[in-house]
């Protein structure tokens, strides 16, 4: 099987395409390849698909097999990778995925993608919508209690479930202690990306993840988006924020309809594996 190791801001995916649709155990394929040790590593598989309603289809599973609806860094490298392989000779087109069609631009300088912005729809808050068991129209600061500590979180989609937390510093944070049993608490049906987020005083945003079907990340894009969209609720940001993460920053904007983010997407090798 060929492939291309792509990155966004650390956050790491291996790209094959499946134009034919070959029926495979993918969630197996997924969880083998992104081994870290045992495997390419990476923190998800993403398959090139053929689309009736877009230019092309995003389909992309976890490390751990589990598949996600929707990958704000997934599908700035998907984006890239048809241009770059001159499957479109456009900058802009629609990639199809299992929350619905994204609007992709590119930013080519010198026959190089330098970045990508990418149109990922609107957040949804309706909490059978996320999903997450809680009443009312919006889900802000609602209490959580793991082990021996209490959070407030705030949830919303963006086409895959989000539970966004604020504090004061998350530097230090132990997300690997407390990620998972958030990840994994009976509020969330379909489990949860979890946000850590500390507003910074030039009214940008710092934020760790601790990813559903992953762990902790270098970044992620929906979550950033998730993150922009929480805080402007709880009226701490303006519509237009820089989203600082580990792996590096993204610009995100929402005014009230579509969120748009802007970021970079790399590719790092290519190669063919067994499997
Ligand atoms: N772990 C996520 C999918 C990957 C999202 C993230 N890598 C991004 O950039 O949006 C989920 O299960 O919903």
């Known amino acids: 099987m060929e492939f291309t190791k792509m990155q966004g801001l650390g956050n790491d995916f291996i790209l094959t395409e499946n134009l034919m649709k070959l029926k495979r155990d993918w969630p197996n394929i997924a969880k083998k390849l992104c081994h870290r040790n045992l495997g390419i590593g990476a923190d998800g598989l993403i398959l090139v698909e053929p689309s009736n309603i877009a230019e092309y289809k995003m389909t992309i599973y976890n490390s751990d097999g589990s598949l996600a609806k929707m990958c704000g860094n997934g599908i700035r490298c998907f984006g890239k990778y048809l241009y770059d392989k001159r499957y479109l000779q456009k900058s802009e087109f629609s990639v199809e995925t299992d929350s619905g069609i994204k609007h992709l631009v590119l930013k080519i300088q010198f026959n190089k993608v330098v970045s990508v912005q990418v149109d990922m729809g ?154």
């Not at 509020?187 to 946000?195: A, H, I, T």
């Not at 987020?197 to 559903?212: A, F, I, Q």
């Open 122 to 275: 609107p957040p949804f808050f309706e909490p059978k919508s996320i999903p997450v068991l809680a009443q009312g129209d919006k889900v802000v600061d609602k209490y959580l209690k793991v082990i021996d500590k209490g959070f407030t979180f705030t949830a919303l989609s963006m086409g895959n479930p989000h539970a966004v937390i604020f504090l004061d510093e998350i530097d230090n944070f132990p997300v690997e202690k407390y990620g998972p049993l958030i990840e994994k608490h009976s509020f969330f049906p379909d489990k949860v990306n979890v946000e850590f987020v500390s507003v910074k005083k030039d009214g940008s945003l710092k934020m760790r993840v601790w990813e559903r079907g992953v762990g902790e990340t270098q970044a992620c894009g929906t979550g950033a988006c998730a993150t922009l969209v929480a805080a402007r609720v709880k009226g701490v940001v303006n519509n237009t924020a820089k989203v600082h993460l580990k792996g590096g920053t993204l610009k995100i904007s929402w005014k009230g309809e579509n969120v748009l983010m802007t970021g970079p997407a790399e590719t790092v090798f290519t190669g063919n594996v067994t499997i």
